[in-house]
């Protein structure tokens, strides 16, 4: 089936997370800034959708919104939020969050209108896999003989992951 | 006019779900009749619950609104809206009041992809799988909300234990269903998550999964069987809202509509995990034994199974009607008992029309094999004393995490190795 309202769509899905992300900064309440920033991840599945990235989307589903977001809200109830909210932000560093927002901003539109031998580095038409059998492309991708290309990648992204959890249960307990 | 009706014609000769279709109107019609159907499903649920419990502890259970209780539900839910809706002091009010419609939406739109026939789903989506634990992964955080917001002990540790369960519950489900997404790669050499191409897999290789590689298949089966009951926050994994504990668990605030709303979300989650069970072990919408009672002298004596099930049902209302006190007190409810069986009676009838009967025929088996596991619910309940927290966190990682690990390799060895075994064993034998 073909898409209907794109643009419309899309517009509304960016707009959504942008609020959802300035909210996440501007709320004082912890439990608001997450809700604000779970908004702004479904969101963000909705675009992997009309980006025709349906299994990315019901990943990040999943594993942010349903599996990360649940443990962040988990540990900011044990918080206590009425502290919280009476202290004051000590963390004012505006001049420093410009900057580097400024930066990835300009490092972002650099690298959309580069042009190399010619060429720019985004094409105009995007690579796109059939809807039907996206799950399967992204699969051969990663693990076909031929055709796959990012093995070595995810499995360092893995690793990275592995690490993580070895580090969180070194630090957490004293005598293992 | 013309155009609209020939656009609602073009879909009937389509083989495809209307989703897949694209057809506007049929989708809002499935939509429409799978809501109405979960509701009714719910409300029947209620009832069901109390009378089966009641008769598994010697009591009779509701037996005073209508025929054996029967409208007792319509009753309930009518108190239930009459009730002041109480905000508890210094509770969060934007939360409070989100968190009941997220459980209610993720329990609700999981049930796009639940597959009650080759094309009676609403749409046949790629991830199907993925997005129906996603979305119903989705409901955690109402719960947590809920909890939260109330601004209130017992709700807060409710939270927190169910958020803990149920995270740790859905990494032993993840793993059981990737063991089937692996065995419905094994014919073809490419596997599916989409629930109707999970059922089709079944349907191809001639076995359910759940028969699959034993007992291989029957150990992710009970590890699914087990995470979903602690991931509906059921007994005896129902330490979220454990009454001698934590009075109501999360939803202890909450009064009226609202309570409802988490009433309808949680059995209608109950619903929506029976039926990935369904389909992804007991071949979803296939009629038992095709291969053992196969032919076309079966195919019809099974085909006329839904009919007689409604037949039956009707027999027994009016078995109860003749049994009713022959008080003239009882007559409204003795000619309401009969006209329930009238219709039943009709819709059995119905059924057995040709035409109506191969229709029907997938949404009954699917039906059924999701009521056996409703039934299992109410039993669990009734039998089952209540896990103490530990024992919970042992069981989920413990016992189940280490399983699914385990089942994982074997049934990606036993599906790597099953044709060259099979060709070397032709070869010696």
């Avoid at chain 1, 996206?134 to 990663?142: K, V």
């Avoid at chain 2, 495809?16 to 009749?33: M, S």
């Avoid at chain 2, 619950?49 to 054996?68: D, S």
Wanted: charged share 10%; net charge neutral; glycine share 8%.
């Amino acid at each position: 089936m073909t898409p209907v309202a794109t643009p419309f769509f899309f517009y509304l899905l960016a707009a959504t997370m942008l609020v959802g992300g300035v909210m996440v900064i501007t709320r004082k309440n912890a439990v608001h800034s997450a809700l604000a920033l779970i908004t702004a991840l479904l969101a963000q599945a909705g675009l992997y959708l009309m980006l025709y990235a349906p299994f990315v989307a019901g990943v990040q589903i999943i594993l942010y919104a349903g599996g990360i977001m649940v443990l962040f809200l988990f540990v900011i109830m044990l918080i206590s939020i009425e502290r919280t909210m009476k202290e004051r932000q000590f963390n004012k560093q505006w001049l420093i969050g410009m900057v580097a927002a400024a930066a990835l901003g300009g490092l972002f539109i650099a690298v959309y209108t580069t042009t190399t031998k010619g060429a720019a580095l985004f094409p105009e038409g995007r690579l796109t896999y059939g809807e039907s059998t996206n799950t399967q492309d992204i699969a051969s991708l990663l693990f076909d003989r031929s055709t796959g290309m990012y093995m070595f990648s995810f499995e360092i992204a893995s690793l990275l992951l592995l690490v993580a959890i070895i580090g969180a249960v070194v630090m957490s307990k004293k005598r293992i | 006019m013309h155009a609209f009706i020939d656009y609602i014609q073009s879909y009937l000769s389509s083989d495809k779900t209307p989703g897949a279709d694209g057809n506007i109107f049929w989708v809002t019609v499935y939509i429409l009749l799978v809501f109405g159907g979960l509701s009714v499903a719910v409300i029947a649920m209620n009832w069901l619950e109390r009378k089966i419990l009641a008769h598994m502890q010697v009591r009779l259970g509701p037996m005073r609104v209508g025929p054996h209780g029967l409208l007792q539900p319509i009753a309930d839910a009518i108190k239930l809206l009459l009730k002041e809706d109480i905000l508890p002091a210094e509770a969060d009010a934007l939360v409070f009041w989100m968190a009941p419609m997220i459980v209610v939406l993720a329990a609700f739109t999981v049930f796009i992809v639940v597959p009650f026939g080759p094309t009676h789903a609403v749409t046949d989506m790629n991830i199907g799988i993925l997005f129906m634990l996603g979305v119903s992964s989705l409901s955690v955080l109402g719960v947590v909300m809920a909890g939260w917001a109330s601004n209130s002990h017992y709700p807060l540790i409710g939270a927190l234990r169910s958020s803990a369960q149920m995270v740790s519950y859905e990494v032993a489900m993840g793993l059981a269903v990737v063991s089937v997404i692996l065995m419905t790669s094994l014919q073809t050499g490419t596997g599916t998550l989409s629930m109707i191409g999970i059922v089709q897999a079944q349907q191809a290789q001639g076995t359910w999964f759940v028969f699959k590689f034993f007992p291989l298949g029957l150990i992710g089966f009970f590890i699914f069987a087990v995470a979903m009951v602690a991931e509906t926050n059921r007994a005896p994994f129902d330490l979220p809202e454990a009454e001698s504990e934590l009075t109501a668990g999360f939803h202890t605030e909450y009064s009226g509509f609202r309570w409802s709303l988490f009433f309808l979300a949680e059995y209608s989650a109950m619903i929506a995990v029976s039926s990935i069970a369904v389909t992804l072990w007991l071949g979803g919408w296939l009629r038992p034994f095709p291969n053992l009672l196969h032919g076309a002298t079966w195919d019809l004596a099974f085909s006329l199974i839904p009919g007689l099930t409604f037949l039956f049902f009707a027999a027994i209302c009016f078995f109860n009607t003749v049994r009713m006190p022959k008080h003239p007190l009882f007559k409204v409810q003795t000619i309401g008992l009969a006209g329930f069986g009238v219709v039943l009676g009709l819709i059995g009838l119905a059924v057995f029309i040709p035409m109506v009967r191969d229709r029907v025929g997938d949404i009954f088996w699917f039906s059924a094999k999701v009521a056996g596991f409703m039934y299992l619910y109410i039993w669990y309940r009734g039998t089952f004393p209540r896990y103490r927290f530990d024992q919970l966190m042992k069981v989920g990682w413990k016992i189940l995490l280490p399983m699914g690990l385990a089942l994982l390799v074997l049934t990606a060895g036993a599906g790597f190795f099953e044709a060259p075994v099979k060709e070397w064993l032709s070869k010696v034998l």
